[in-house]
């Protein structure tokens, strides 16, 4: 084959690679924005104490929703609807985040949690980054470990909706906190790489990984360093 069309096709996937990371990061950060909103009006609307008069209902409903958007996203990865579609998901996503943002700020320090979660997010996402550009073998076996890992995670999670044991939430929280900075290390890897074509995708999957260290994160910082004085 010549040497040019091999230059010239390598050329094209690494420009297609760098669109693909660039417009994540811009859609990532556009994504704040419903995130932000939903979350304000999650407070506004009291959806913690909503979700607490039906601890059950009220999560399983919201899964439900989350499932049913991001299959929408998916489905429509490679059209403006799925923008549209993920950032009505990110919404959405804020109004879950004010329950925990709502439990926090009854905490005295409550301000100081959300924004030290807020600055442990940040540092995870630019290690993990760090370590996506850095790996170069393979990955796809780290991703199936992962699945069956998020799979035993939402199972155990559901679980304790019913079993409300203390210690086995502390033990979950910490374990999403690391799972998903490894799903976030991967997902990061992967598009670096060229693995993923649908800038939707990415965000959705990047989006997912910090949103679940940031919760984790703050619920942990809640347990440990709130103060109720």
Known sequence: MDSNVINSSTLDHAQSRNR????????????????????WLGMKLHVAGMFATSPFMGPLLMLGVMFGLMYAIERNR????????????????????SVTLERTLRFSNGGSLIAMAAGGTAVIFFAMSTLASTIKRDLSGMG???????LLLIVAS????????????LALTVITCGLFSA???????????GGE???????L???LDLYNIFVSL????GIFGGDRD
């Not at 199936?144 to 998020?150: A, R």
């Not at 074509?197 to 965000?203: D, L, M």
Request: glycine fraction near 8%; aromatic fraction near 14%; charged fraction near 5%.
């Open 197 to 203: 074509t649908s800038y939707v995708s990415a965000t």
């Open 158 to 169: 559901l679980a304790n909706i019913f079993f409300q044991l203390p210690a086995l939430h």
């Open 20 to 39: 693909v990371l660039r417009n994540t990061y811009n859609l990532l950060a556009l994504s704040m924005l419903p995130t932000a909103a939903g979350a």
């Open 218 to 221: 703050l619920q942990i910082l």
């Open 183 to 193: 799903w976030l290390m991967y997902d990061l890897n992967r598009i670096m790489n």
């Open 144 to 150: 199936k470990f992962l699945f069956i890992g998020t």
């Open 78 to 97: 490679n059209s403006s609807l799925g923008v549209g579609l993920l950032l009505g998901f990110t919404f959405v996503m804020g109004l879950m985040l």
């Open 205 to 207: 999957a990047v989006y």
